[in-house]
Each structure stands twice: as C-alpha cells, then as structure tokens.
C-alpha cells in the first residue's frame, strides 16, 4: 500500500536567528531558520528561552529510550513538514489481535517542532500489520513530555520515559478488549454517514473513506478511516485520526 512521502529532510540545518525591532533594536523574538546558504527557509517566530532541539538529537534521543527497554522495535518512518516532526517505531513484542491473524502491533512516536507548536516527547500509538494503517491512541495509551534535556538530570528522564514504554504491556488487554468489541457492531450505510455528520467531515473525505471500507462492521469502519488518513502522512491526518479513534473507540 504506497504512502504519501514527505519532501523535507527531517535531519537538515536548523538554527534560532536573533530578530530586530522596527527601529533596529534587539527583539526578544528569534526566527527559527531551516536549511543551508541560499535554499534557508522560515518555519517559526520564538523566543529567546525556547529550547530548540534539532531532530537528529530527538531521533538519537528515541533510540536510547527504545535501548532501555530490552523491546524489539521497528522502524516505520517519519512525518516531518519544515515546522513539526514525527519519528515511528513499531513494538512487535505489544501487540493485540482483535481477530484472528489480525494483529496491531503498540508503536512508539518522537515528537518535535521547530515552531514552538509542541515540546520534545513520546507518544504510544498502534499500527496494523496487514496494512500498516496507523492509530492515534496516545489519548487512550499515554506518552512523557521531556522538560531537562541536555541537562545533568536528563538520564532519569531517559530512565523514566523508558519505563513508561515497558509498562506499556499493561495496556494491552483494554486496548484488546475495545478493538474487539468493534467486531461485534455491525455498520449499515446509515450508521455510516451518521458518523460521517458527526466527526463534520469534508464531502472528499468521506467518499475516500467509504470507498475504502471491507467489512461490514464497526471495525471495518475504522479500517477505513486509518487507511486514507495513513496514505495522507501529515500531522494533520494524525489529528483528524485521533478524533475518530476517539468518537469510535468510545461508542
């Protein structure tokens, strides 16, 4: 199933740029600036106490957590659009079947921005295996914000966001009995475009979404969902996905 790449090179130069007042005075605002020589772009207005974390130190930082774990994982690629990136790491050893031979696998997301939008963190999500379609289930699953990094406490903070993955084992049988439960709700067209209303979809959207619906179950509708919404791989298409999750999951 193709997926949708994103052009920016997530590990590309970035740096805070000291900003002028109207009258030539220091500003307290920096403008963060993303590239090298004459190919430099602005993302973002910030200020001058924002920490500004590359993403090659936030990838770097995901893969010390992950060694922590003893965990098995697996690259799933990243969204990155010039402001906000996302780094994915599938967890073959967590992982649920709400059918049989249908197995979601937990996922550990790096999350960064150069905008201001969000600070440095983990969120825990699942992805299909069959499809790789993915589920924004941090509001259900958890995550860890880091406040010290760089700092001489920024171990623990490691050591904490590890352990946090490692419990993760905790949430399977919930997560499972949910997923499951969707199984046994059938879905009519109807139901369908009652969903639709609803969530307040755009017409395309959900024409996309019906389009890509298998089975006639409530399961099949969320399938349906994360299937055009993982093809899209924006950070928009993950907001839209953990809205649905949330209005299916708690149906």
């Keep these: 199933m193709p997926r949708k790449a994103m052009s920016v090179d997530p590990f590309i130069p970035v740096e805070k740029i000291p900003l002028m007042t109207s ?5 307290s605002r920096y403008a963060v600036h ?25 990838h770097d930082i995901a893969l010390d957590v992950l060694s922590r774990t003893d965990l098995s994982f697996e690259d799933s690629g990243h969204i990155f659009d010039g402001k906000r990136y996302r780094h994915r790491w599938i967890l073959p050893d967590l992982t649920v079947e709400p059918r049989v031979d249908d197995f979601v696998h937990l996922t550990f997301d790096v999350i960064n921005s150069y905008d201001g939008s969000t600070t440095v963190g983990v969120m825990f999500n699942a992805q299909r295996l069959v499809c790789s379609n993915g589920m924004m289930l941090d509001f259900m699953l958890g995550g860890f914000k880091f406040r010290h990094i760089n700092r001489d406490d920024f171990a623990d903070e490691l050591q904490i966001a590890a352990q946090k993955v490692r419990r993760l084992g ?14 046994d709700v059938p879905i009519v067209r109807g139901d369908i475009q009652g969903v639709f209303r609803e969530l307040k ?22 399938n349906g969902f994360t299937d055009v919404l993982t093809r899209q791989n924006t950070h928009h298409a993950d907001n839209v996905n953990r809205q649905v999750m949330k209005y299916l999951l708690a149906a």
């Excluded at 009258?23 to 500003?27: E, H, M």
């Excluded at 905790?170 to 199984?183: G, K, V």
């Design 23 to 27: 009258d030539g005075r220091p500003s």
């Design 34 to 58: 993303i590239g090298t020589n004459g190919d430099r772009q602005e993302v973002g207005v910030v200020s001058d106490s924002y920490q500004l974390i590359p993403n090659h130190t936030v």
């Design 170 to 183: 905790e949430q399977l049988e919930p997560l499972s009995r949910r997923l499951n439960n969707l199984i």
């Design 201 to 222: 979809l755009p017409m395309s959207f959900r024409a996309e979404v019906f389009d890509a619906i298998q089975d006639d179950d409530a399961w099949g509708l969320l």
